[in-house]
């Protein structure tokens, strides 16, 4: 019996890795993004599926380690300073979307005709969004160090401290029973748990891991990175808060400890895997028979709650200047409900507050919010065009005569530009980045907007008359083409362009521009001969090695210029192992017996 419940076991553990691997890949080449992958193979598995999990919630609570443990990886980014200077964010712009969002969803849960303590706690367990589908996005999309991301952060975290007095009010509405503590107790036990949190990450946890690394044991380490982790998680869950916002809190304590990014190369591992169980559990919770059964009621539930949520986010983030595309984004990230929600509905039911039906129609509404919403990320991107940038202060390239053209003005062009300047030469600049042409201003440079793969651009930036046209983008494609316009164009220009690579250089000569230079070339061999007065080797002998590597370079990019990109390797010097003798031979080899009539001389050793 005990071989067959072992082998029951490893059949689920194989199931959901397997369905992971199976599943991610696939979703992410589709274009859909893991999250809907984990959704779908969590589908798939579970109850409403094959059949494999016929408990998914004791799956879900397992796995919600991934997002404590992710909120934890995302503390550590989190310095105290830095999230003090989030304080505005936190409890003015998330507490706005909170009490906002909550209203309008209260006002929806009456309309369908609930109670009003029962449409209160739909509503408000409707406006947690989930931290786990939300922080995915934003990783996947790497916004999450943006100001966007930030104020995504912000509002996660607000949210997150919402469900201590929601919790607290779930108490004071349910029905009076006799012994039950008070209905603000818990809001003293999670301040004290709070408190204690601080204090211990304050004072503890640097000695205790200063004391843990002389031991030199990484196991010990990885251990206590575990514990630091799920303990803060623990003490947060007894005090009635959420273990996700106890992780992130002992990450910020430790953001300034030196042992930082080895906690956080400790946890990355557990954390990965533990957040794609996450994931699987919810798609594993979805009962499709329910939603067929009341598929209208489910359908209904999730369009007005979603729509009614996205209406609050949109104000709320116009309300706090957001552009309308940075509104737009926050919508498709926050307008799901969250994890939290099965927190605040399972009190509700317990309570009293919610009904069996209204529970099962509540979680099915949070669960394919949660679904749809990496669609709504993968539509925004896909059909939403992107956001005009203000050309406030800027000036558009028009009537400019300089002797030479610079076309982009990032690290290489500005660089470029000094020889000209130096010289008294007048240079026309044109570049498509805002905020680089406002930053390039306070540094003492007249910077045009103006892009130069479009031939009315080029007039207007003086290219019928400049003697020589600088190409210093950093894209390959867009030189190509600025290249091709301007030989077209402006025949009499000399054209100066920036490679960004090897290739890209053979493309150029055969273009034949005037000269190309690869972005990284020069600088590697003043690097390398550095390092070889470094090491002390004589100057004569450093230029003499410099030589010959230029020349070794110029004839083996001939030679692929005449050919192709594997041309001329052997003209490279390699650091793999060359195949010898163990010993050197005393004496010359001699060929015994008859030598075969095609083996000439020269082939005899």
């Known amino acids: 019996m005990a071989v067959e419940g072992l082998t029951g076991d490893l059949v689920k553990v194989v199931a959901l890795l397997g369905a992971g691997v199976v599943a991610v890949p696939i979703f992410r080449r589709l274009g859909l993004g893991s999250v809907l992958g984990y959704f779908s193979a969590g589908i798939v598995i579970g109850p409403s599926g094959l059949g494999l999990f016929s408990n998914p919630e004791a799956v879900l609570h397992v796995a919600e380690l991934g997002v404590v443990m992710f909120l934890f990886i995302i503390g550590l980014e989190m310095q105290p300073s830095r999230l003090w200077k989030l304080r505005g964010e936190i409890f003015g712009l998330g507490a706005a979307q909170v009490c906002l969002c909550g209203a309008l969803l209260t006002g929806v849960g009456l309309l369908a005709g609930l109670s009003l303590p029962a449409a209160f706690v739909a509503g408000m367990g409707f406006v947690l969004s989930s931290t786990a589908v939300v922080m995915q996005m934003l990783n996947e999309r790497g916004e999450t160090s943006t100001p966007q991301g930030q104020q995504a952060v912000s509002i996660l975290l607000l949210e997150d401290l919402a469900i201590v007095p929601l919790l607290a009010i779930v108490a004071v509405l349910a029905p009076a029973k006799a ?83 080895q906690l956080e190369a400790d946890i990355e ?114 059909f939403l065009p992107p956001e005009q940038e203000s050309l406030d202060g800027i000036d558009v390239a028009d009537g400019l005569q300089g002797r030479a053209l610079i076309i982009g003005f990032g690290r290489f062009g500005q660089v470029a530009s000094q020889a000209l300047l130096a010289r008294g030469f007048s240079v026309s600049i044109i570049e498509v980045d805002v905020e680089l042409i406002r930053a390039a201003a306070d540094f003492g440079f007249k910077v045009h907007y103006g892009d130069g793969t479009r031939r009315e651009i080029l007039q207007a930036s003086g290219a019928e008359r400049a003697e020589a046209i600088l190409i210093c983008v950093e894209s390959r494609v867009t030189a190509n083409r600025i290249v091709g316009l301007a030989q077209a164009e402006f025949p009499h220009a000399k054209l100066f362009v920036r490679a960004y690579d090897r290739g890209h250089a053979m493309d150029l000569i055969r273009a034949n521009v005037d000269y190309q230079i690869r972005e990284t070339f020069e600088s590697a061999m003043v690097f390398g001969a550095a390092v070889l007065r470094g090491m002390g080797v004589p100057e004569d002998e450093v230029a003499e090695i410099a030589e010959d590597v230029r020349r070794r370079d110029d004839e083996r990019l001939d030679l692929q210029v ?36 095609d083996l000439s001389e020269e082939r005899v050793p």
Request: with cysteine; net charge positive; glycine share 10%.
């Open 269 to 382: 591992p557990f954390r990965g895997i533990l957040l794609g169980l996450f994931f699987l559990a919810v798609g594993m919770s979805l009962d499709l028979g329910m939603i067929a059964q009341q598929w209208q009621l489910v359908l209904f539930a999730v369009i007005a709650f979603m729509a009614v949520k996205a209406t609050g986010i949109f104000i709320v983030a116009k309300l706090f200047r957001s552009s309308t595309r940075d509104a737009i984004t926050r919508v498709a990230l926050f307008s799901q409900g969250g994890e939290f929600a099965f927190v605040l509905y399972a009190a509700a039911a317990s309570a009293g507050i919610f009904d069996a039906q209204v529970n099962a129609v509540a979680s099915a509404t949070v669960i394919l919010s949660m679904a749809l919403t990496p669609l709504l990320v993968i539509a925004l991107d896909r």
């Open 179 to 261: 012994g039950t503590t008070g209905g603000w107790m818990p809001l003293l036990i999670g301040a004290a748990c709070l408190v204690g949190l601080v204090v211990a990450g304050r004072w503890l946890l640097n000695p205790m891991f200063r004391l843990l690394a002389a031991s030199q044991a990484r196991e010990v380490m990885t251990a206590a990175a575990l514990l630091v982790v799920l303990g803060a998680a623990l003490v947060m869950q007894l005090g009635g808060l959420s273990m996700a916002m106890g992780a992130f809190l002992a990450g910020v304590l430790l953001s300034e400890s030196s042992f930082r990014h």
């Open 562 to 597: 005449a050919s192709d990109i594997h041309a001329g390797n052997d003209l490279i010097r390699g650091n793999a192992p060359v195949p010898a003798p163990l010993t050197k031979p005393k004496a010359p080899g001699k060929v015994h017996g008859n030598v075969p009539d």
